[in-house]
């Protein structure tokens, strides 16, 4: 049995639905059931059999925008929840941010996207982002977080009401502790991992310390705190969270880069991060962090 389930807009939503499953039946892939989830926004569709990417890539052709998540199995409520931070957790990406202050913010957000994109080498775009921050007062990430960084609506009812329910969480970024720890804080998370400017006398030196976290920390992470069995949700936007994603039971990009949407078997692209909720079936009664 595959079920997917999806939050789209209901005005059409009998009409796209006879059109999707029209086509998915013309792929081999005929539609079983439809019906809402009690209480929820959310249409749940069963089907006997099929591919993940096919269903989702007919929602794509039919209900976009639209949040989805399609999984071969029942779905259930995750015990682990490990998360992207920039542009997930959080509205902003802090290196681009932290860069304003030193004048350079166009030149380091142009190889940020590239290599959110997968077009660069995640730990080489790191290093030439992070040296040209050289010389920068340590002071001014203090002033970035408080000015600059605010969370992702959604952000700290998702987390709050997965701990709620028992799941363990998780922080972890190819950004930095001076950003995720107080994000962490922030927004209830258990433990965060991320990497570590170097500072000296003040200011930064240009580099880093310590092991870089990317795309193969990042799996490694949810892999670990996942261990035998446990159901584990992921959410990220970039190139750097696909092997994440793709290691979680429920991986989702949130309105996500195209590759990282592509290697999800949930998207949200429509809505905020609660939306990751109603598609685990989570009533809204039992929604913790508003």
């Known amino acids: 049995m595959l079920i997917a389930r999806l939050i789209a807009d209901a005005a059409t939503r009998e009409t796209r639905l006879d059109a999707l499953a029209a086509a998915l039946a013309g792929e081999g892939v005929p539609l079983a059931s439809a019906a809402m989830l009690p209480g929820e926004e959310v249409l749940e569709l069963r089907f006997p059999d099929g591919e993940p990417q096919t269903v989702l890539a007919a929602i794509d052709a039919h209900f976009a925008p639209a949040a989805a998540l399609v999984s071969r199995d029942v779905i259930a409520v995750p015990q682990v929840f490990v998360s992207?931070?920039?542009?997930?957790?959080?509205?902003?990406?802090?290196?681009?941010?932290?860069?304003?202050?030193?004048?350079?913010?166009?030149?380091?957000?142009?190889?940020?996207?590239?290599?959110?994109q997968g077009d660069l080498d995640f730990v080489s775009a790191l290093r030439e982002r992070v040296a040209l921050l050289e010389g920068l007062e340590e002071s001014a990430i203090s002033a970035c977080l408080a000015e600059r960084i605010t969370p992702t609506p959604g952000a700290r009812v998702l987390v709050a009401t997965l701990a709620a329910l028992g799941a363990r969480t998780v922080l972890v970024t190819g950004g930095f502790h001076h950003f995720a720890d107080p994000v962490g804080e922030m927004l209830g998370f258990d433990d965060v991992v991320g990497n570590r400017l170097e500072v000296a006398e003040g200011r930064l030196t240009g580099g880093l310390t310590g092991k870089i976290v990317d795309s193969g920390v990042k799996a490694a992470?949810?892999?670990?705190?996942?261990?035998?069995?446990?159901?584990?949700?992921?959410?990220?936007?970039?190139?750097?969270?696909?092997?994440?994603?793709?290691?979680?039971?429920?991986?989702?990009?949130?309105?996500?880069?195209?590759?990282?949407?592509?290697?999800?078997?949930?998207?949200?692209?429509?809505g905020d991060l609660t939306a990751v909720l109603s598609l685990l079936g989570i009533p809204r009664k039992d929604w913790r962090g508003a």
């Open 84 to 116: 992207d931070m920039d542009s997930t957790m959080i509205g902003q990406e802090c290196i681009d941010e932290l860069a304003d202050y030193a004048g350079l913010k166009d030149r380091i957000a142009a190889i940020t996207e590239r290599a959110m």
């Open 221 to 270: 992470v949810l892999r670990a705190e996942a261990g035998e069995g446990l159901v584990s949700l992921a959410t990220g936007d970039g190139a750097n969270d696909i092997p994440m994603i793709d290691s979680a039971t429920y991986g989702f990009a949130f309105k996500g880069k195209p590759k990282a949407r592509a290697a999800a078997n949930g998207r949200i692209d429509r």
